[in-house]
Structures are given as structure tokens and as C-alpha cells.
């Protein structure tokens, strides 16, 4: 397999490989200084491999400050594979994946993302052990679940820290995503008391989760305008803008807290935005660091109790967090990534 490397500055390395004859996948490694890179696969339709490539970097060096703030020994990384994973998926072209990520020798980790399921990572994994996450009975299987009772945890102490009370009982929130981790995300929030509105490209399973769970349905881009006390986006990256940020001020959201990577289109500017409309900002890759930690505790011996006993200290780095926050008058997001920073000799 050829590889081509594109040289990205502050990166480790960045590659692509042609995986079948017209997809392209790019796997970016950002950081290796706490061990191995660990994030996974994003099989998505993009509409440029400029587009992919900004996600892809974006992406693996949020997962390098993730792991960093989850005290975890591993750096961060992310690959994906430029196509609609439901018409160019195939047993050859994950296969051929698998076999481009064993071509960098450990030094990137795959797992699962939007676009990739268990079974896929099964395929993957005949080609290479850098796979984590698949079905085998020593694997952690789908980290979702607990990628879910992490993002439940940083609303909660956003709540606790916005309100006086770590419970949402009585609080309505808008879940922008009703995938994998923001169904479940819906779940606890429900289980708690609150009152869930929801919108999904899925009509279909938007619709059995408003039948199964009571969670009140709404249209695709209706978040923008339905009124919440907190906003959980669970879908892509890049929503919180200039033009979204005051949509959000205006419906009365006060806390925005959720599982999708890379909410704010710019960190500076759209984190200082947040923090200006009064909106306090659950940083996205402290907060939805429970995926990351479920593999980690794979790679050491898998233990679902220490998995979920270390997701749960998310509530308090994201305290951690907010409280910097306030005493030094800047916003979350902008101290975080200060902090992951600095816990990566990068700062």
C-alpha cells in the first residue's frame, strides 16, 4: 500500500492511502508524547478532502487533550475515510484499511466513530491488533454507552455549577444527535428528571426514540430555535458560531454541555462569544473523554467498573474546569485547552 505523507506542522505525522479506487482515508497522529495515539475512525461523506482533512486534524488534536485531561498514557490521534459508509462500505475496503493502519507500526490505535461499527472494527482487525473496541469477548465492545454516562456527568456539574443543584430535574434540554452516544446521553438526562426535546438526520430512529422514551421530537435544524435551559449537541462539529451563539442566547439556554467533538467553530473567539451571552460551556473533549477511557482500560485489562469509576471523575475536571474559569474572568473553553496544554509541555 502506498502511503503519502503531508507534512503538517505541529503534527506528528499525517498520511493518506487510497483504499479503494476512489475513497481516500487520512490518518492524522498529533501528539505522541504520552504514549501511543488512540481515536477512531470517521467513515463520512465529506464534501472535500480539504474538508476531511480539517476535521481529521481538528480531531486528533482535540483526542490528544482529551486523553491528556483524563490523566490517560496515550496521545492523540484520528483517521477517516472520505465516503457515504452506505454505499462505498465494503469487507475489501475495511480490510484495506486495517491493513493502513498496521502500516504505522502501533503508533495509531483505531477505533469507533460515526460511520463504523462494531462489525466493521472486526473486519479491520484481521489486518492488523491495532484495533480496539470489536465484539471479540476480550474487547470493551462499543464505548458509547459509557462515552454517554461521561457527557451526563459534565452536565451535571455544569447544572451544579450554573444552578446550585447537579440534578436536571425540571430542566428541558435540546439533544442535537440521537446516534449512539446522544441516545443514551437522552436516557440519563430523562432517567434524572428532565424533559428532552430532540432533532436527527434519522427520521426513522427519531421517531422510536420519541416512542420508546417520551423525548419530544423536533425538526433537523429547530435546535436553533426551540427554547432549552441547556443545549447538548450529540451530532458534528463546528456549530457554535456567530450566528448560532446568539440563536442559543435568545432561547434561554444557559448551559451548553454535549457529546459531539469540536462544538465551537473557533475556540478563541466563539468560547469567548459563549461566555459573553452569559452561556456556560462544558468543553467538549473533557467532557466526552468516557469512550477514550473505556479503551485505555481495555489496552490495561478490561474492568467495566474501573472504566465507568474513572468516567466519573469528569464531573470533577470539569468543575476544575469552571471554577479557573470564573477566578480568572476567561472562558472554559480557552482554560482548558490551557490546561491541556500545559499538561503536554505545549504551553
Known amino acids: 500500500m502506498e502511503l503519502k505523507d503531508l507534512n503538517i506542522d505541529g503534527y506528528e505525522r499525517v498520511v493518506e492511502a487510497q483504499i479503494a479506487p476512489d475513497v481516500t482515508a487520512i490518518i492524522s497522529i498529533h501528539n505522541l508524547k504520552r504514549g501511543p495515539s488512540l481515536g477512531g475512525c470517521r467513515f463520512y461523506n465529506y464534501?472535500?478532502?480539504?474538508?476531511?482533512?480539517?476535521?481529521?486534524?481538528?480531531?486528533?488534536?482535540?483526542?490528544?487533550?482529551?486523553?491528556?485531561?483524563?490523566e490517560l498514557p496515550l496521545g492523540g490521534g484520528k483517521?477517516?475515510?472520505?465516503?457515504?459508509?452506505?454505499?462505498v462500505k465494503t469487507k475489501e475496503l475495511l480490510e484495506n484499511f486495517?491493513?493502513?493502519?498496521?502500516?504505522?507500526?502501533?503508533?495509531?490505535?483505531?477505533?469507533?466513530?460515526?460511520?463504523?461499527?462494531?462489525?466493521?472494527?472486526?473486519?479491520m482487525a484481521t489486518q492488523?491488533?491495532?484495533?480496539?473496541?470489536?465484539?471479540?469477548?476480550?474487547?470493551?465492545?462499543?464505548?458509547?454507552?459509557v462515552t454517554a454516562f461521561g457527557v451526563f456527568q459534565g452536565i451535571r456539574a455544569a447544572a451544579n455549577f450554573q444552578w446550585g443543584n447537579a440534578s436536571v430535574k425540571g430542566k428541558r434540554v435540546v439533544v442535537q444527535g440521537l446516534g449512539h452516544v446522544g441516545l443514551e446521553t437522552a436516557k440519563h438526562l430523562?432517567?434524572?428528571?428532565?424533559?428532552?426535546?430532540a432533532?436527527?438526520?434519522n427520521q426513522e430512529a427519531l421517531e422510536k426514540a420519541a416512542k420508546n422514551y417520551g423525548i419530544k421530537a423536533i425538526g433537523l435544524d429547530e435546535w436553533k430555535s426551540t427554547e432549552a435551559d441547556i443545549f447538548c449537541p450529540c451530532a458534528m462539529g463546528a456549530i457554535l458560531t456567530p450566528e448560532t451563539i446568539p440563536q442559543l442566547q435568545s432561547n434561554g439556554v444557559k448551559v451548553i454541555a454535549g457529546g459531539a467533538n469540536n462544538q465551537l467553530l473557533d475556540i478563541v473567539e466563539d468560547g469567548q462569544r459563549v461566555k459573553d451571552a452569559g452561556m456556560l460551556y462544558a468543553p467538549d473533549y473533557i467532557i466526552n473523554a468516557g469512550g477514550v477511557i473505556n479503551i485505555a482500560c481495555e489496552i490495561m485489562g478490561y474492568d467495566?467498573?474501573?472504566?465507568?469509576?474513572?468516567?466519573?471523575?469528569?464531573?470533577?475536571?470539569?468543575?476544575?474546569?469552571?471554577?479557573?474559569?470564573k477566578k480568572e474572568n476567561r472562558p472554559t473553553a480557552v482554560v482548558s485547552l490551557d490546561m491541556?496544554?500545559?499538561?503536554?509541555g505545549l504551553k
Open 199 to 201: 432533532c436527527e438526520l
Open 190 to 197: 430523562l432517567e434524572d428528571g428532565a424533559e428532552v426535546w
Open 304 to 325: 467495566s467498573r474501573q472504566a465507568i469509576e474513572m468516567t466519573s471523575k469528569i464531573y470533577d475536571t470539569t468543575t476544575a474546569i469552571f471554577e479557573r474559569a
Open 79 to 87: 483517521s477517516v475515510i472520505i465516503g457515504d459508509p452506505r454505499k
Open 98 to 123: 486495517g491493513r493502513f493502519v498496521n502500516e504505522l507500526n502501533g503508533q495509531y490505535i483505531t477505533a469507533k466513530d460515526v460511520g463504523v461499527e462494531v462489525e466493521d472494527l472486526d473486519v
Open 340 to 344: 491541556a496544554r500545559e499538561k503536554l
Open 128 to 145: 492488523t491488533k491495532w484495533v480496539r473496541g470489536t465484539s471479540d469477548e476480550s474487547s470493551s465492545g462499543d464505548p458509547s454507552p
Open 47 to 70: 464534501t472535500s478532502k480539504e474538508a476531511a482533512l480539517t476535521d481529521v486534524l481538528r480531531l486528533s488534536e482535540g483526542m490528544s487533550y482529551k486523553s491528556a485531561m483524563a
